[in-house]
């Protein structure tokens, strides 16, 4: 799957393990501090792109070979990475935002 922007859709094919690659606009999209080695390390194994451009030509580079690709070391170490510390697919979400946000409050 390809996105074409930082979306919900992005952390649901990200998180259901379908090979996913992402380009987004960096004038629009910034990230904390904290967040940016996660973001480096998808970008490093080529998850995520800057540019329409670079992320079509690593697609033609993989393209016979997708599933190498994702299933590579270092791309499900950058996920697993990622997933952990940003995208949240608890049961309990409801109960884990609902402490967050009182925690936040009080």
């Known amino acids: 799957v390809v996105h074409s922007y930082l979306c919900t859709s992005f952390l649901e094919t990200l998180a259901i393990d379908i090979p996913t690659i992402c380009?987004?606009?960096?004038?629009?999209?910034?990230?904390?501090?904290?967040?940016?080695?996660?973001?480096?390390d998808l970008e490093d194994v080529g998850i995520i792109y800057n540019s329409p451009i670079e992320a079509s030509k690593f697609i033609n580079q993989i393209e016979s070979n997708i599933n190498s690709w994702w299933n590579s070391p270092n791309v499900i170490q950058a996920r697993v990475n990622f997933k952990s510390n940003y995208a949240n697919f608890s049961n309990k979400w409801y109960n884990e935002w609902y402490d967050e946000f009182q925690s936040l409050i009080n």
């Open 23 to 40: 380009f987004y606009d960096n004038t629009i999209y910034k990230f904390r501090d904290d967040a940016l080695p996660f973001i480096r």
